[in-house]
């Protein structure tokens, strides 16, 4: 055995591809017998002796080699029914010790793949030598974490603001750069290390109460640290703290639950999606296991859970929906019209969150309460709801504009009474106006959608009806004859704003020295707050509407009107007509699917009078737009002609 080990050993030290090297590592699991209880010893002594003179990959086998072992000896063991007696020799123990500090050690060293298998070494031992090793690992690395957490907070101050952004231009030294680094490096490895050794231990620790004001105080100080792979390393240590009391989580010190449920709260505002379905794993197994005192922090948690519902990370949407339905079962409404005030207080508080997928979510989370709750629950919030969404309706992020259309169109239908109590309602539609002719599809199309939908509960309000509504989109239709023939390329000859976007705005400044050379570097998947909320008149983030966009929601919105109002309706088209006579613009193609789609939704609406004067330019057009190649064009074209033809047999 000895000699098939070194075999290993030195395999495995040649080799420092991790690839190479699970290879190695399964080839000896296979290949590993059933041992008697002193060649078990022999095995594990052999390893710790080797422990003090290794480095650096050295270490890595065999702390690599350990772990297979022991995965290997309790498989062994469950299906013999063996009891593995060597653990409890003295020799064992007194080994198992030198192994811990050799871990302990390496838990504080650059390298991060040693942190990291460091441990899970730790976990391994407390696993199977049980308190003794759990109180050193624990005491060992929890002064590890402090150590790391207090180096960062002794920093200059400059430093830390240079971090976390607080100022603007301030360099660090590449020597602050780097301690900076090491210290939030040891303090994530310290937080995931302690994660593992307390998931290893069977039961709550003999020392039970020290250890939960111990880590909850420590969770404290660092929950909201700048960086976020630490706050997810909280969040996952809370996960491990209230799985290894839970089945005393009811008599935990009041005090200590309220201090847990503030870190859980924390983790589900945050805003990296990692984070937040960390800390939403921890708030299903919190509620889970307290019984008499759960409802105590239902309107601190249930609130950011149900927003959690409707984020934009698909992870965390299905996980809240799960532990929604798990936690509260057939009793979600209910419980939800219970604590109206404090979901919608929460709601609107993040309407104006700096992160705009949040400001989404609330929108979302908004609508479902105006649609699923009872007028009851809901009489005294619609005032409330409604000046939030005002707010959002005018964001720079694009689909917290779009969600935040619809949301308002729905609850003007369901309550045209208490809106126009809340706000003027002429704001309102200068806004949906606004947004008709957004520069985004989907927007002008889901104004178009609540602009007839708000018409129709408003009984013809004096700034809302369907007459003035025609009159809009009258308005609108002939703007194509403005949109310019040949635009320039490439951005010339657009303006600075226009420019800040696209392929336009790369080419010009691919060259540009000074936005390439000495910037601080940012993780690709970084969602830090970039787009303003409501109120921003700057509208930088939104480039120049053209005329073309403008025509296209008009379109959008006289399909909708079709709908309602067939005979009106017709009589507007001459002026759709008109633009197939417009069309000499690099953008056309878009309006041209958008006018075709239109025409084959609306087609069974058209009176013979109306449309017989353009049924041979609508045949010329079907045949233009069939060789067109574009295929969203010829397809729509040939759902358009097919609908024509069973209509007036085109």
């Known amino acids: ?9 030195e395999s495995l030290e040649q080799t420092k591809n991790q690839l190479e090297r699970e290879k190695l590592l399964i080839q000896f699991e296979h290949s590993f017998p059933k041992l008697e209880g002193v060649q078990l010893k022999q095995l594990f002594v052999l390893n710790s002796k080797q422990l003090d003179e290794l480095n650096g990959d050295q270490l890595l086998s065999v702390l690599h080699l350990f772990l297979v072992q022991e995965k290997i000896l309790s498989s062994v063991a469950s299906k013999e029914n063996i009891k593995i007696e060597w653990r409890t020799d003295p020799s064992c123990k007194e080994e198992s010790i030198r192994f811990c500090q050799t871990c302990v050690r390496s838990a504080q060293v650059s390298e991060n793949r040693l942190r990291t298998l460091a441990g899970k070494q ?33 920093e200059p101050e400059s430093n830390i603001k240079a971090v976390e952004g607080e100022t603007e231009h301030c360099l660090q030294s590449k020597s602050s750069v780097l301690c900076e680094s090491r210290n939030v490096n040891c303090l994530e490895s310290s937080l995931e290390t302690i994660a593992v050794i307390l998931k290893s231990q069977e039961g709550p620790p003999l020392n039970s109460g020290s250890v939960q004001k111990e880590l909850l105080s420590f969770l404290n100080q660092c929950y909201g640290h700048s960086n976020r792979f630490v706050r997810e390393a909280c969040q996952h240590l809370m996960h491990s703290l209230v799985e290894i009391f839970k089945s005393c989580l009811d008599n935990v010190e009041p005090e200590l639950l309220d201090m847990a449920a503030k870190i859980i709260t924390s983790g589900m505002e945050d805003n990296w999606s990692q984070v937040r379905f960390a800390s939403s794993v921890s708030c299903r197994l919190f509620l889970q296991n307290l019984k008499s005192k759960k409802s105590q922090y239902f309107s601190i948690l249930l609130p950011r859970l149900r927003l959690n519902c409707h984020y934009a990370a698909e992870g965390v949407k299905s996980y809240c929906l799960e532990s929604w339905k798990l936690l509260l079962k057939d009793n979600g409404l209910n419980t939800f019209s219970e604590l109206a005030e404090s979901f919608f207080d929460y709601y609107v508080s993040q309407t104006t969150a700096e992160n705009h997928s949040v400001r989404e979510a609330a929108c979302y989370a908004m609508e479902e309460a105006v649609e699923r709750l009872p007028f009851k629950s809901l009489e005294g919030h619609i005032k409330q709801v409604v000046h939030s969404l005002f707010i959002c309706f005018q964001d720079e992020s694009w689909p917290v504009r779009d969600c935040a259309s619809v949301v308002c169109g729905s609850v003007t239908a369901k309550y045209p009474n208490q809106v126009q109590e809340s706000i003027e309602v002429e704001k309102l539609v200068e806004l949906w106006k606004d947004t008709l002719t957004d520069n985004i599809p989907s927007v002008r199309e889901n104004s178009a959608i609540a602009l007839v939908k708000a018409c129709e509960s408003l009984n013809n309000h004096v700034s809302l009806n369907y007459a003035a509504l025609f009159e809009y989109c009258s308005e609108l239709m002939p703007r194509v004859k403005d949109q310019p023939k040949n635009p320039e390329k490439y951005g010339k ?103 075709w789609s239109v025409i084959g939704d609306t087609a069974e609406y058209f009176d013979d009078e109306s449309i017989m004067l353009y049924l041979s330019l609508l045949k010329e057009q079907i045949q233009i737009a069939k060789r067109s190649d574009y295929p969203s064009v010829k397809k729509n074209a040939q759902i358009a002609s097919r609908k024509l033809q069973r209509r007036f047999q085109l």
């Open 1 to 9: 055995m000895e000699n098939l080990q070194k075999q290993l050993l």
């Open 122 to 154: 730790l976990g391994e031992l407390v696993c199977i030598f049980g308190t003794d090793i759990f109180t050193l690992a624990y005491t060992s690395i929890l002064q590890i974490a402090w150590r790391a957490l207090s180096d960062r907070k002794t």
């Open 493 to 595: 000859g657009k303006t600075h704003q226009d420019s800040q976007f696209g392929a336009a705005h790369k080419l010009a400044h691919d060259n540009d020295k000074e936005i390439h050379l000495e910037q601080t570097m940012y993780s690709c998947g970084s969602l830090a707050p970039k787009l303003k909320g409501g109120h921003s008149c700057d509208r930088r983030n939104r480039r120049t509407k053209e005329p073309w966009e403008e025509v296209d929601g008009a379109l959008r919105l006289w399909r909708r009107l079709f709908l309602k109002r067939p005979r009106e309706a017709c009589k507007l088209i001459p002026l759709s007509m008109e633009i197939f006579e417009h069309l000499e613009f690099a953008k056309a193609p878009y309006l041209l699917d958008t006018l």
